[in-house]
């Protein structure tokens, strides 16, 4: 029985959902209809905007290939944003799993704390992350990533025009190992090439 609950009440959210689809599909084409437009389609009338983000921005170029090619930072800014992204989707998927194992009625108590525990750990990894990557950030090196995991940390710096110094690297293991508590045996340091 308390099956049959649960699949009625799955089915009823997927009919809501997809009710709730289709009025916000007919109520947009309903205006992009009135409108005479396209989706997706815009224009500048003037060059004046109130908007601060379009102000900042360059005048379109004639020629659309004369766009300046992408510089070794935008490369490696690139590579942070996607390390970020990456270990961000992770922890996604590890954290919607041990959710979905602590709200198991069949789980029992112990197995429920040690979930807890381990959701716990990951927040605790996040926060020290995100505290690494800004401590470096400050002591001025361009951009780092962090990656904790159980007993070693691994910290990705942005590459500078010399490599990095014994003194860069003490800088860095100081940060760390003030953050995680952690030995400096294992931390790793690691310059990101351009």
């Given at each position: 029985?308390?099956?049959?609950?649960?699949?009625?009440?799955?089915?009823?959210?997927?009919?809501?959902?997809?009710?709730?689809?289709?009025?916000?599909?007919?109520?947009?084409?309903?205006?992009?209809?009135?409108?005479?437009?396209?989706?997706?389609?815009?224009?500048?009338?003037?060059?004046q905007s109130a908007d601060p983000l379009l102000q900042a921005s360059?005048?379109?170029?004639?020629?659309?290939?004369?766009?300046?090619?992408?510089?070794?930072?935008?490369?490696?800014?690139?590579?942070?944003?996607?390390?970020?992204?990456?270990?961000?989707?992770?922890?996604?998927?590890?954290?919607?799993?041990?959710?979905?194992?602590?709200?198991?009625?069949?789980?029992?108590?112990?197995?429920?704390?040690?979930?807890?525990?381990?959701?716990?750990?990951?927040?605790?990894?996040?926060?020290?992350?995100?505290?690494?990557?800004n401590l470096v950030t400050a002591k001025g090196y361009a951009d780092?990533?962090?990656?904790?995991?159980?007993?070693?940390?691994?910290?990705?710096?942005?590459?500078?025009?010399?490599?990095?110094?014994?003194?860069?690297?003490?800088?860095?293991?100081?940060?760390?190992?003030?953050?995680?508590?952690?030995?400096?045996?294992?931390?790793?340091?690691?310059?990101?090439?351009?």
């Amino acid at each position: 029985m308390n099956v049959w609950k649960r699949n009625a009440v799955v089915a009823a959210v997927v009919l809501f959902v997809c009710g709730a689809v289709y009025l916000n599909w007919s109520y947009q084409k309903g205006q992009s209809e009135e409108a005479g437009k396209t989706l997706g389609e815009a224009e500048l009338v003037s060059m004046q905007s109130a908007d601060p983000l379009l102000q900042a921005s360059p005048a379109p170029s004639a020629n659309p290939s004369a766009s300046p090619a992408p510089t070794a930072t935008d490369k490696s800014s690139g590579y942070f944003d996607t390390a970020r992204l990456n270990r961000q989707q992770a922890r996604d998927s590890a954290l919607s799993i041990l959710q979905e194992a602590a709200a198991d009625t069949n789980a029992t108590e112990s197995m429920k704390a040690e979930t807890g525990e381990a959701i716990q750990t990951l927040a605790d990894y996040t926060v020290s992350e995100a505290q690494i990557e800004n401590l470096v950030t400050a002591k001025g090196y361009a951009d780092c990533v962090a990656f904790i995991s159980d007993g070693s940390v691994s910290v990705v710096v942005s590459a500078t025009e010399e490599r990095l110094t014994d003194a860069d690297v003490a800088r860095i293991t100081e940060i760390v190992t003030d953050e995680t508590g952690l030995e400096a045996s294992a931390i790793t340091i690691i310059q990101a090439q351009p």
